[in-house]
């Protein structure tokens, strides 16, 4: 495999800065967007649309005695109210959720979290649907919420889900990995163990755009068309087709241009099915957008883990185990989005970079009385709260050992000629050179006199800290023998047609919220048929126009539909060989393929182009039997493996000691990819997952008041990292393809929200230590900080 | 009520209701979907718009408010085929992805130039300060405003420059 950085373009063209293929280039969405000619949901009016407002539920926990609407439904401009009770007799009062349970779509006889669903207006406009809410008059039987989700499998405690069958407690599930019996006897003989409850909160993904739809019904075809905001369209077109009894030809989802996705656009949302009744009943399109503390209150949020975490190892510092039982919270209905049998996600990723020779880990989920989600947030999966977990017991036992963090890693990381590595989960590593990334991190840092300014500091009183995090992705899902979403395996499809004039289009499963998949997947074709990017045009997100596919979330884009287009195109360049043989009248034996065209061997002169090509597929050319008249192809590609990017990340802070106010001076982070395609792309996708990890770490987290009111419902309360808190980053990349994806690429969306985060808090930890500091949990606000400081030994002065 | 402003160059006179937020007379209205809304709070700054040349959050001004007034827009930044060297840096150093956000930061962008051609860092990231980016880490923003004020546009756009000297710029 030839790896290719910022490389130079087909030296015919004699324009390096115009790549045929991989290297930076711009992106061929940006002219709309920069024109203020984006397309998204809200923006699309259809002729004799209506407006849809949702009334929600103020309190967390409650019997619904009665709603009246009959003052809302006189309201001028309101066409029509549906309710619960509206809802059970289609049928559609009950929804089911990504993970086998249900979810109320709208409440028909509890409401279960502050902020569900009660009652949609449909009006003629947006501000009438909003004023007639207020009219809508719902009695509660407030009843006593699940709040604390340690108190959640207390026996008795509140029942929320009273309407499951024979349900009698709050518990969902327990799952686990890896062997505790060989776990257990590893950590009795070490010389050394480490234990640490480690809590990831709550957070939420916070795209600017929020959530929403436009549905069309056409009762005659008896035909849907849904614009939404999903991450998923052809997995969102058979759900609503099982749900609504619509046969799925007759569904076409149109997924246009997303304001951010990062997992918040996965889930179908009660409102999505609204608007879709609401265009059934009234036989009118329906638009329905949430405002942004219906987003943050009610649609996915992320982590809520409450992790016990256990390192183990010998006194010189050989890492030899970890084991943890995690309290997972999933709100009040089960609607995470993960890979049927992994419920957890892959938190099984817990083992880390490390090499092991024992792990485990069990994890309970729990219904409580919040929202539900939990898998969203360019989390691959949970790899966010496993790396997290990992990271900081390495730390602590760093501290505890009074070892350098960084020497302690480098002595424990697998080692190049370990891969592919079997962890002690049941996951096999596809590829990995992680010792080079640490060293490149720590150059780039100037690690050493980082360290040296440190105790220069401390002497002064000063508190610096310097915090590093290696971590392992496990992204690319499938394959699809172990991986499905309610049944449907995780794969994904490609359709490439070459025209006459030798332009093409490319015809791509999965959906881009902003990731550059019009540029990527361009260049993926154009690197292996040698056509420039700029002729091919990428489509995607629209069932009727794309091939199925599982859609873009887990940093999958790259890892399984890049490989489908990868393999889509060598299947035309492969036919093209076939065609230009008879065009040359040569044998295809005799062609070689140099980027965009087959040749003579031995005879360069005598050769045709990829547009040649494609004129001669349609022309008059006598075509080789089994040869269809045309160049097209497609392909659905079933990963064999998943794909294990991986980085080294190290993050300097200074700690204010009067305030407790974190800055964030340095942040340096050196990812591995595998193959890089637009090192543009890549590096705003790091940069991105930085700044979502300075969030994480420091300012976002949602939190509930006893009575389970949402203390985070708007943007003044769950703070979003602005241009001042974040620094100007410093990346760096090494390239170790992946052995077992056509390009080598293993995907690069999610790695720097799951790498920083203990970077970060490993630093502010480091910048305590003074105070004998060893943990702390997320986020480390200034009043955190302030308080872990106060009472604690001064630090020498 | 009626109201009269400038929009994007163009002089407009509109019925509205009195409590419509110049967001929505924006979008729902004048059909320009450029600008954009994404919280109520009048924190994220998606809605940021030019009011006589200066940065407003649109979610946060009744379009009453803007009764003559000139209001400059995403769609009023480039000049026929010619896009606002604020634009061309956006596009040059992946100041954008999902580009929802994008809008406003070109006008504050804008702006910020207009009153000040040669920022440094520091005075770019306080100008968008006001503005929230989920994609980008805003680094590239910075480097985008850079681009534009390395490379200013023709003399009508120093005329601008001057009128608008000295005048706060961020939203």
């Excluded at chain 1, 817990?350 to 219904?367: E, M």
């Excluded at chain 1, 009183?461 to 499905?484: C, Q, Y």
């Excluded at chain 2, 809304?37 to 006589?52: A, E, F, I, P």
């Amino acid at each position: 495999m030839t790896i290719i950085e910022e490389r130079a373009a087909n030296p015919a063209a004699g324009d390096e800065n115009r790549p045929i293929g991989y290297g930076r280039i711009q992106r061929k969405e940006d002219p709309r967007f920069v024109r203020g000619k984006g397309h998204y949901v809200d923006d699309i009016v259809l002729p004799g649309m209506l407006h849809g407002a949702i009334l929600r539920s103020p309190v967390a926990h409650a019997r619904l005695v009665s709603i009246d609407t009959s003052a809302a439904l006189a309201h001028p401009g309101v066409v029509a109210v549906i309710t619960g009770q509206d809802l059970l007799g289609l049928k559609l009062a009950w929804a089911p959720t990504l993970s086998a349970d249900v979810q109320a779509v709208l409440a028909t006889d509890k409401v279960r979290f502050q902020g569900q669903e009660v009652a949609f207006v449909i009006a003629e406009d947006r501000y009438a649907a909003r004023d007639a809410l207020e009219l809508i008059e719902v009695d509660y039987d407030v009843l006593p919420p699940v709040i604390d989700v340690r108190t959640a499998l207390d026996p008795g405690a509140p029942v929320i889900r009273d309407d499951l069958e024979g349900r009698t407690d709050n518990h969902i599930f327990d799952w686990e990995a890896g062997n505790s019996a060989e776990t257990d006897a590893v950590f009795a003989s070490a010389d050394v163990v480490v234990s640490q409850e480690v809590v990831y909160p709550r957070v939420h993904p916070a795209p600017m755009e929020t959530c929403g739809a436009v549905a069309d019904f056409e009762p005659i075809e008896g035909a849907l068309t849904l614009y939404e905001t999903s991450q998923a369209p052809h997995a969102h077109r058979t759900l609503f087709a099982i749900v609504s009894g619509i046969p799925e030809h007759k569904i076409r989802i149109v997924s246009p241009d997303i304001g951010g996705g990062f997992g918040n656009k996965v889930g179908i949302y009660p409102g999505y099915i609204l608007a879709v009744v609401g265009s059934i009943v009234t036989g009118r399109p329906v638009k329905w957008m949430e405002d942004r503390s219906e987003n943050l209150m009610s649609t996915s949020f992320a982590r809520d883990y409450i992790m016990q975490g256990e390192i183990a190892a010998t006194k010189d510092g050989k890492i030899l185990a970890v084991r943890s039982t995690v309290l997972a919270d999933h709100g009040a209905f089960n609607a995470t989005a993960q890979p049927t049998k992994y419920p957890a996600g892959f938190f099984h990723i817990f083992t880390g970079s490390y090499d092991l020779q024992a792990a485990h880990c069990k994890v309970t989920g729990v219904y409580t009385n919040k929202a539900p989600g939990g898998v969203a947030y360019a989390c691959s999966f949970r790899v966010t709260e496993a790396v997290y977990l990992v990271e900081r017991l390495v730390d602590m036992l760093a501290h505890k050992l009074e070892m350098d963090p960084a020497k302690l890693r480098l002595m424990n990381l697998i080692k190049p000629e370990q891969f592919p590595y079997k962890n002690k989960t049941g996951w096999e590593y596809d590829s990995g050179n992680y010792e080079q990334a640490l060293r490149k991190s720590m150059e780039m840092a100037g690690y050493d006199d980082l360290r040296r300014e440190q105790q220069e500091k401390r002497a002064r009183g000063e508190l610096m800290g310097i915090g590093i995090s290696f971590f392992t992705e496990t992204v690319g899902a499938g394959p699809r023998k172990h991986m499905d979403i309610v049944g449907l395996g995780m794969a994904d499809g490609a359709e490439l047609r070459i025209h006459p004039t030798g332009k093409a289009v490319v015809r791509i499963s999965v959906q881009s919220q902003g990731q550059g998949h019009e540029t990527t997947f361009a260049q993926i074709v154009a690197e292996e048929i040698g056509i420039p990017p700029e002729d091919i045009d990428v489509v995607h997100g629209d069932t009727d126009q794309t091939p199925f596919g599982l859609g873009t979330y887990g940093s999958r884009s790259t890892p399984v539909s890049g490989a489908a287009v990868a393999l889509v195109a060598r299947k035309v360049r492969e036919k093209a060989k076939f065609i230009a043989a008879a065009m040359l009248e040569a044998r295809p034996e005799d062609l070689e393929w140099e980027k965009g065209r087959w040749f003579v061997k031995g005879d360069p002169s005598v050769g045709k182009t990829m547009a040649e090509i494609a004129m001669g597929a349609h022309g008059t050319v006598t075509l080789p039997e089994g040869i269809d008249g045309n160049l097209d192809a497609e392909v659905t590609y079933d990963p064999p493996n998943l794909t294990f990017p991986f980085g080294a990340y190290i993050c300097v802070v200074d700690v204010d000691p009067g305030t407790g106010h974190v800055t964030v001076r340095r942040f340096i982070a050196v990812d591995d990819c595998g193959t890089r395609i637009n090192p543009m792309i890549i590096e705003g996708q790091v940069h991105g997952g930085l700044t979502d990890g300075v969030g994480m770490a420091l300012m976002q987290f949602i939190e509930f008041d006893k009575e389970g009111n949402n203390l985070g419902g708007t943007f003044m309360d769950y703070l979003i990292p602005t241009a001042l808190e974040v620094p100007d980053w410093e990346t760096g990349f090494t390239v170790t393809p992946s052995p077992h994806h056509p390009i080598g690429a293993k995907g690069i969306g999610e790695s720097a929200t799951v790498g920083s985060p203990p970077a970060i808090v490993n630093a502010v930890v480091d910048a305590l230590a003074p105070f004998g500091i060893t943990h702390m949990d997320m986020p480390c606000t200034p009043a955190r900080v302030w308080e872990a400081m106060q009472g604690r030994p001064r630090p020498p002065i | 009520m009626q109201i009269s402003m400038t929009i994007n160059g163009t002089d407009i006179t509109e019925e509205i209701e009195p409590r419509v937020l110049l967001v929505h007379f924006i979008r729902d209205q004048l059909r320009l979907t450029g600008t954009h809304w994404g919280c109520d709070t009048s924190n994220c700054g998606t809605c940021v718009v030019l009011m006589d040349g200066r940065p407003v959050k649109s979610c946060t001004v009744l379009a009453a408010m803007a009764d003559g007034h000139s209001i400059t827009t995403v769609e009023g930044l480039a000049t026929g085929a010619t896009l606002d060297p604020v634009q061309q840096g956006f596009m040059e150093e992946h100041g954008l992805q999902c580009g929802f956000c994008t809008p406003g930061m070109m006008l504050t962008a804008r702006a910020l130039l207009d009153h000040n051609p040669h920022p440094d860092d520091g005075e770019i990231r306080e100008a968008i300060s006001g503005q929230m980016c989920r994609c980008t880490g805003y680094a590239t923003i910075v480097r985008s405003v850079q681009w534009a004020a390395a490379h200013p546009a023709g003399q009508d756009r120093m005329d601008e420059m001057e009128e608008n000297a000295g005048e706060e710029v961020t939203a």
